[in-house]
C-alpha cells in the first residue's frame, strides 16, 4: 500500500506565472486535504474533498486559487498569477472517512516564487 | 475558534533520555481531538498519536504517550527513551465537531534534537 504521493516536490515559478500541483491520495481514501506551510508556522487547511465534491474552503483560498478531484481519486491544486505571498509547502493527505480519526500526508510541493 | 499553542520553539535531549513536548489548546467545542504529528527534515509529516475529548485514558503509542489534562486544556507529548531518528519538528494539532472533525489546526512546532 503506497502513501500519498505529490507532483512536482520543487516547483520554482516566476511571479505571474500559473502553476499545477497533483496530490494522489492512498487508494480507497475518500476524503483528500490541502494545506499550507509557510516558513516557520504549522501547516493551514485549505480545502477539503469527499470523494469528488469540495465540501469546504479556507478564506486563505482567495479566487486565484482552485482545487479540483474530478474522478474522486487524484486532485489538482491550481495557482494563478502567482506572487512572492504564495511561496510555501502546499501539503496534502488522505484518510478513510469511516476509518480512524489520522491523516496521511503526502511529501508535499514546495513552490518558490521568484 | 479553535487554537493550540506550542511554547517551545526548540528543545534539545540527550539520547535515551525522556521528553516532554508541550501542547495547550483552546477550544470552546466539548468534541474535538488531538494530534500529534512528526516532521523530518524532508518534509513530510508523519502521524504519531490521537486522542479525542471524551477518551477517559491518555492515548499511547509505543514510545508516544499523550498526557491530556482536560481541566487545563493540555496535551503533552511524552516520548520515552529517546533516539537520535527523534530529532526532528514536532506540530500538535486539533479537530472540532464544529469544524466536522476534518480540517486540523496546527501549532507552531517544536523542533527537537537529540544529542548522542
Known amino acids: 500500500d503506497t502513501g500519498v504521493s505529490q507532483n512536482p516536490r520543487h516547483k520554482i515559478t516566476k511571479r505571474g506565472q500559473n502553476v499545477t500541483f497533483r496530490c494522489d491520495p492512498i487508494?480507497?481514501?475518500?476524503?483528500l486535504y490541502w494545506y499550507r506551510q509557510t516558513l516557520g508556522q504549522g501547516p493551514e487547511f485549505l480545502t477539503y474533498f469527499q470523494n469528488e465534491a469540495q465540501l469546504e474552503k479556507s478564506r486563505l483560498l482567495s479566487d486565484r486559487f482552485s482545487a479540483e478531484r474530478p474522478k474522486g481519486s487524484f486532485s489538482t491544486l491550481e495557482i494563478q498569477r502567482t506572487e512572492q505571498g504564495d511561496s510555501a509547502m502546499y501539503l496534502c493527505?488522505?484518510?478513510?472517512?469511516?476509518?480512524?480519526?489520522?491523516?496521511?500526508f503526502g511529501p508535499g510541493t514546495r513552490l518558490t516564487v521568484t | 475558534a479553535q487554537k493550540i499553542t506550542q511554547t517551545q520553539p526548540g528543545m534539545f535531549v540527550q539520547e535515551k533520555e525522556a521528553v516532554t513536548l508541550d501542547c495547550t489548546y483552546d477550544?470552546?467545542?466539548?468534541?474535538?481531538?488531538l494530534f500529534w504529528y512528526k516532521q523530518p527534515s524532508s518534509g513530510e509529516m508523519i502521524f504519531l498519536i490521537y486522542q479525542g475529548s471524551y477518551d477517559q485514558q491518555n492515548a499511547t503509542e509505543g514510545r508516544y504517550s499523550l498526557n491530556f489534562q482536560k481541566a487545563r486544556k493540555s496535551a503533552n507529548l511524552v516520548i520515552s527513551a529517546s533516539q537520535l531518528g527523534d530529532s526532528a519538528m514536532y506540530f500538535c494539532a486539533m479537530s472540532t465537531a464544529r469544524s466536522g472533525n476534518e480540517k486540523l489546526t496546527f501549532g507552531t512546532g517544536t523542533r527537537l534534537t537529540i544529542i548522542p
Open positions: 487508494s480507497e481514501h475518500n476524503r
Open positions: 493527505a488522505s484518510r478513510i472517512w469511516e476509518g480512524g480519526h489520522e491523516q496521511y
Open positions: 477550544t470552546s467545542d466539548p468534541s474535538y481531538g
